[in-house]
T-cell receptor, first 113, second 113 residues
Framework: DTAVSQTPKYLVTQMGNDKSIKCEQNLGHDTMYWYKQDSKKFLKIMFS???????INETVPNRFSPKSPDKAHLNLHINSLELGDSAVYFC????????????FGSGTRLTVV | GENVEQHPSTLSVQEGDSAVIKCTYSDSASNYFPWYKQELGKRPQLIID?????GEKKDQRIAVTLNKTAKHFSLHITETQPEDSAVYFCAASSGGGADGLTFGKGTHLIIQP
Protein backbone atom coordinates (compact mmCIF):
# COMPACT_ATOMS: atom_id res chain seq x y z
CA ASP A 1 0.00 0.00 0.00
CA THR A 2 2.27 2.74 -1.33
CA ALA A 3 2.06 6.04 0.56
CA VAL A 4 3.41 8.33 -2.17
CA SER A 5 3.25 6.96 -5.69
CA GLN A 6 4.65 8.44 -8.86
CA THR A 7 4.20 7.50 -12.47
CA PRO A 8 5.97 6.79 -14.67
CA LYS A 9 9.08 5.34 -13.01
CA TYR A 10 11.15 5.83 -16.15
CA LEU A 11 10.68 8.36 -18.93
CA VAL A 12 12.88 8.60 -22.03
CA THR A 13 11.99 11.32 -24.49
CA GLN A 14 13.44 13.53 -27.18
CA MET A 15 14.40 17.15 -26.83
CA GLY A 16 11.56 19.52 -27.48
CA ASN A 17 8.83 17.14 -26.35
CA ASP A 18 6.29 17.85 -23.59
CA LYS A 19 5.84 15.32 -20.79
CA SER A 20 3.98 14.93 -17.50
CA ILE A 21 4.74 13.12 -14.25
CA LYS A 22 1.94 12.26 -11.86
CA CYS A 23 2.02 11.94 -8.08
CA GLU A 24 -0.54 10.78 -5.57
CA GLN A 25 -0.36 10.40 -1.80
CA ASN A 26 -2.72 8.48 0.48
CA LEU A 27 -1.31 9.74 3.78
CA GLY A 28 -3.86 12.51 4.24
CA HIS A 29 -1.08 15.11 4.12
CA ASP A 30 -1.96 18.66 3.12
CA THR A 31 1.37 19.59 1.49
CA MET A 32 3.08 18.12 -1.55
CA TYR A 33 6.42 18.87 -3.17
CA TRP A 34 8.53 18.25 -6.22
CA TYR A 35 12.27 17.76 -5.76
CA LYS A 36 14.90 17.35 -8.46
CA GLN A 37 17.95 15.12 -7.95
CA ASP A 38 20.69 15.79 -10.45
CA SER A 39 23.50 13.54 -11.63
CA LYS A 40 25.61 14.55 -8.62
CA LYS A 41 22.81 13.37 -6.32
CA PHE A 42 22.00 16.89 -5.12
CA LEU A 43 18.36 17.11 -3.98
CA LYS A 44 16.73 20.49 -4.51
CA ILE A 45 13.17 21.59 -3.96
CA MET A 46 11.30 22.89 -7.00
CA PHE A 47 7.72 23.49 -5.83
CA SER A 48 5.47 23.00 -2.87
CA UNK A 49 1.70 23.08 -2.68
CA UNK A 50 -0.34 23.40 0.49
CA UNK A 51 -4.02 22.55 0.15
CA UNK A 52 -3.76 23.05 -3.63
CA UNK A 53 -2.12 26.46 -3.23
CA UNK A 54 1.38 27.11 -4.58
CA UNK A 55 3.68 28.00 -1.67
CA ILE A 56 7.21 27.58 -3.00
CA ASN A 57 8.34 28.17 -6.54
CA GLU A 58 12.10 28.04 -6.59
CA THR A 59 14.11 29.34 -9.52
CA VAL A 60 12.77 26.87 -12.01
CA PRO A 61 12.29 27.57 -15.73
CA ASN A 62 8.68 28.37 -16.54
CA ARG A 63 8.69 25.34 -18.83
CA PHE A 64 7.93 23.47 -15.60
CA SER A 65 4.33 23.83 -14.48
CA PRO A 66 2.94 22.02 -11.45
CA LYS A 67 -0.75 21.36 -11.07
CA SER A 68 -2.60 20.22 -7.96
CA PRO A 69 -6.20 19.19 -8.68
CA ASP A 70 -6.69 18.26 -5.02
CA LYS A 71 -4.50 17.92 -1.97
CA ALA A 72 -3.78 14.26 -2.67
CA HIS A 73 -2.39 14.87 -6.17
CA LEU A 74 0.44 16.98 -7.56
CA ASN A 75 1.43 16.63 -11.19
CA LEU A 76 4.41 18.13 -13.00
CA HIS A 77 4.21 19.12 -16.64
CA ILE A 78 7.37 19.98 -18.54
CA ASN A 79 7.29 21.75 -21.90
CA SER A 80 10.02 21.84 -24.53
CA LEU A 81 12.29 19.37 -22.75
CA GLU A 82 16.02 20.08 -22.78
CA LEU A 83 19.01 17.81 -22.20
CA GLY A 84 19.66 19.51 -18.86
CA ASP A 85 16.25 18.42 -17.59
CA SER A 86 17.55 14.85 -17.33
CA ALA A 87 17.38 13.96 -13.64
CA VAL A 88 15.39 11.99 -11.11
CA TYR A 89 12.27 13.83 -9.98
CA PHE A 90 10.87 12.98 -6.57
CA CYS A 91 7.45 13.81 -5.30
CA UNK A 92 7.03 14.11 -1.52
CA UNK A 93 4.34 14.98 0.98
CA UNK A 94 4.10 16.18 4.56
CA UNK A 95 1.63 17.54 7.05
CA UNK A 96 2.10 21.25 7.74
CA UNK A 97 2.20 22.37 11.33
CA UNK A 98 3.71 19.10 12.50
CA UNK A 99 7.13 19.59 10.96
CA UNK A 100 7.54 15.94 10.21
CA UNK A 101 6.39 13.13 8.05
CA UNK A 102 8.17 14.10 4.85
CA UNK A 103 7.68 11.01 2.72
CA PHE A 104 9.14 10.59 -0.73
CA GLY A 105 7.80 8.80 -3.75
CA SER A 106 9.97 6.29 -5.59
CA GLY A 107 11.09 8.83 -8.17
CA THR A 108 10.83 9.29 -11.92
CA ARG A 109 14.05 8.99 -13.90
CA LEU A 110 13.72 11.39 -16.81
CA THR A 111 16.20 11.02 -19.67
CA VAL A 112 16.11 13.55 -22.48
CA VAL A 113 17.93 12.48 -25.64
CA GLY B 1 17.17 31.29 2.33
CA GLU B 2 18.53 28.29 4.17
CA ASN B 3 21.93 26.84 3.25
CA VAL B 4 23.02 23.41 4.52
CA GLU B 5 26.64 22.28 4.32
CA GLN B 6 27.48 18.59 4.78
CA HIS B 7 30.84 16.88 5.35
CA PRO B 8 32.49 14.67 4.35
CA SER B 9 31.31 13.93 0.83
CA THR B 10 32.70 10.39 1.07
CA LEU B 11 33.38 8.36 4.21
CA SER B 12 34.93 4.92 4.27
CA VAL B 13 34.97 2.97 7.55
CA GLN B 14 35.74 -0.57 8.59
CA GLU B 15 32.77 -2.76 9.44
CA GLY B 16 32.08 -2.49 13.15
CA ASP B 17 33.58 0.98 13.49
CA SER B 18 31.61 4.19 13.99
CA ALA B 19 30.76 6.78 11.35
CA VAL B 20 30.06 10.46 11.93
CA ILE B 21 28.59 12.86 9.37
CA LYS B 22 28.38 16.57 10.12
CA CYS B 23 26.12 19.34 8.87
CA THR B 24 25.80 23.06 9.45
CA TYR B 25 22.85 25.29 8.64
CA SER B 26 22.52 29.03 8.21
CA ASP B 27 18.92 29.96 9.06
CA SER B 28 18.28 30.30 12.79
CA ALA B 29 14.54 29.87 12.08
CA SER B 30 15.11 26.24 11.08
CA ASN B 31 13.76 23.93 13.76
CA TYR B 32 13.49 20.50 12.18
CA PHE B 33 16.50 18.42 11.10
CA PRO B 34 15.90 15.05 9.45
CA TRP B 35 18.43 12.59 8.11
CA TYR B 36 17.73 10.49 5.04
CA LYS B 37 19.38 7.35 3.71
CA GLN B 38 19.30 6.73 -0.02
CA GLU B 39 20.36 3.42 -1.50
CA LEU B 40 21.26 3.20 -5.16
CA GLY B 41 18.20 3.66 -7.35
CA LYS B 42 15.86 4.06 -4.37
CA ARG B 43 14.00 6.92 -2.73
CA PRO B 44 15.41 8.86 0.23
CA GLN B 45 14.13 7.26 3.43
CA LEU B 46 13.92 8.99 6.78
CA ILE B 47 16.15 7.30 9.35
CA ILE B 48 16.06 9.77 12.23
CA ASP B 49 15.09 13.36 12.90
CA UNK B 50 15.52 15.94 15.64
CA UNK B 51 13.78 19.16 16.57
CA UNK B 52 15.39 22.30 17.88
CA UNK B 53 14.09 21.82 21.42
CA UNK B 54 16.10 18.59 21.79
CA GLY B 55 19.88 18.22 21.94
CA GLU B 56 20.22 14.52 21.19
CA LYS B 57 18.13 11.62 19.98
CA LYS B 58 19.01 7.97 19.66
CA ASP B 59 17.46 5.01 17.88
CA GLN B 60 19.42 1.77 18.29
CA ARG B 61 22.74 2.23 16.43
CA ILE B 62 21.86 5.68 15.11
CA ALA B 63 22.02 8.95 17.00
CA VAL B 64 21.72 12.59 16.07
CA THR B 65 23.05 15.57 18.03
CA LEU B 66 22.12 19.21 17.58
CA ASN B 67 23.97 22.34 18.70
CA LYS B 68 21.59 25.23 18.06
CA THR B 69 24.07 27.88 19.12
CA ALA B 70 26.67 26.73 16.63
CA LYS B 71 24.04 25.68 14.08
CA HIS B 72 25.60 22.22 13.82
CA PHE B 73 24.00 18.81 13.76
CA SER B 74 25.59 15.39 13.32
CA LEU B 75 24.66 11.81 12.56
CA HIS B 76 26.42 9.04 14.45
CA ILE B 77 26.23 5.40 13.37
CA THR B 78 27.83 2.86 15.68
CA GLU B 79 28.80 -0.76 14.95
CA THR B 80 28.50 -0.18 11.23
CA GLN B 81 27.32 -3.03 9.02
CA PRO B 82 27.56 -3.61 5.25
CA GLU B 83 23.89 -2.66 4.83
CA ASP B 84 24.69 0.81 6.17
CA SER B 85 26.47 1.56 2.88
CA ALA B 86 24.43 4.27 1.13
CA VAL B 87 24.27 8.01 0.56
CA TYR B 88 23.15 9.95 3.63
CA PHE B 89 21.56 13.39 3.44
CA CYS B 90 21.01 15.89 6.20
CA ALA B 91 18.28 18.48 5.81
CA ALA B 92 16.79 21.49 7.57
CA SER B 93 13.37 23.04 7.59
CA SER B 94 11.38 25.56 9.54
CA GLY B 95 9.11 22.60 9.94
CA GLY B 96 5.84 24.21 10.78
CA GLY B 97 4.76 25.27 7.34
CA ALA B 98 5.03 24.11 3.77
CA ASP B 99 8.63 25.20 3.50
CA GLY B 100 10.06 21.96 2.25
CA LEU B 101 13.50 20.64 3.11
CA THR B 102 16.86 22.16 2.26
CA PHE B 103 19.30 19.29 1.80
CA GLY B 104 23.02 18.97 2.24
CA LYS B 105 24.92 17.55 -0.72
CA GLY B 106 25.10 14.07 0.70
CA THR B 107 27.73 11.73 2.13
CA HIS B 108 28.56 8.48 0.42
CA LEU B 109 29.20 6.06 3.28
CA ILE B 110 31.20 2.97 2.37
CA ILE B 111 31.50 0.14 4.86
CA GLN B 112 34.62 -1.93 4.24
CA PRO B 113 34.28 -5.62 5.19
Amino acid sequence: DTAVSQTPKYLVTQMGNDKSIKCEQNLGHDTMYWYKQDSKKFLKIMFSYNNKELIINETVPNRFSPKSPDKAHLNLHINSLELGDSAVYFCASSQSGTGNGYTFGSGTRLTVV
Amino acid sequence: GENVEQHPSTLSVQEGDSAVIKCTYSDSASNYFPWYKQELGKRPQLIIDIRSNVGEKKDQRIAVTLNKTAKHFSLHITETQPEDSAVYFCAASSGGGADGLTFGKGTHLIIQP
